[in-house]
């Protein structure tokens, strides 16, 4: 969830003067509100090179790279410690995708897991005074609470306090996009953007599909999150209401499969209507958790309306009755049913069945739109699906993709 703080707010913080570090950067968000109350970057981190580009871009500096490759007495001094804290290993949408490809998550995943430490030793070795660390969703309840405990517990050893409900802070919410934050008895207002009139265009959307959201993705592209009830299937069909910062290049065998240059994204060209689906992420890409590794990560929290898509998971997967909330977290917080349409494909000819299957005549008209899809539940929809591969004598990489859930 990001927060932005409203014009007064920021305003009445900004009589503030210190300096911070910006560690696990990104594109510099957090950067932008902390310089806002008065704060001076003086080091930066973020190893994602097209982050660092947009970082550079936005704020005159390229960061310094990996973490782990940073030596810790370089860094000035400093105020504040923010850290964009590494949350794949944890959030719901990272657990989610890691237990579908099979792979550890939390402090298990070698390579994202252990990057708390690292921070904490440099807390350790540069002791400032102050810390922020961006909250994952799924943080608290990870692991059955106990990663939390793991964090607090480090945090508690390097004789930092936290502040949260039971130190005191409140969060209210004011009004549907509006929330307030007190501690001492102060208080600051912030503003959630409203994407409510955020709509696909007629041609986006068939008139027997429902529209769930929009997605505004972290690789930069928007989609439309579209459910189709008779097929019991999710598509995620590129928003081009937009100018997407992406080339896109066609497929060698067939020039109705897309793919971004830049994101790695395959979409189908609908021979019904004027829109692209989304039907591969490559597979690189979702097993370093990048931001290239599919929308699933975005999916719209805050702009679902009603309980759309909760309905929608339902009618797809009926064990999830009385089992899911309104975005399709679990009860106890601990995941989210993954909506996963598209392949994890390697190579251009992962991409043919998707083809294969959307001109095969024989493929009865009214069940075409199921040729897009890989995590099918009813049996016609797995029918075209078997049909294609045979077609193609390729079946379309998803290691264990089928309905995958997150954390059990
Ligand atoms: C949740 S994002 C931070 C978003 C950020 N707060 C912003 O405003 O854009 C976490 C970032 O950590 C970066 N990251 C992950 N592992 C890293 C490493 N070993 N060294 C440096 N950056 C890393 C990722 O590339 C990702 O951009």
Redesign the pocket.
Known sequence: MEFIMTPTAAASLRELDFTFIDL???????RLGIEAVGGTCVFS????RY?QKTYSAWHGEVPH????AIDIASIPDHYLLAA????QPFSIAGVSKKNALGRPHGFKDAT?GT?FFRLATIIQLKRPPVLLL?NVKNLRSHDRGRTWEVIKGTLDDLNYRVFDRSAGVEVTRLERFLYRVSYGGRSVEFELNDLSNVKPPAYAIAPDEIYIGPIFDDSALRFFLIYNPRLKIFHYVLDETARAAEQFMAARQTRRILIGKRTGFAFYRDLRRDRKILIGVFEGNARVN?AFDGPFDQLPDNFIEGDVLQKALIEVEPTLAGRIDRYGGLADGSGRFLIGPYAYYRTEQDLMPFHACAIDKTIPAEDYYACFVMDVTSEATLAVRRQAERATQKPARKPSLKRSKSKR
């Open positions: 696990f950067a990104g594109i510099g968000g957090l981190s973020e190893w994602d982050c790279g990996d973490i782990n964009g804290f590494p949350c994202q990057l961006e990048n």
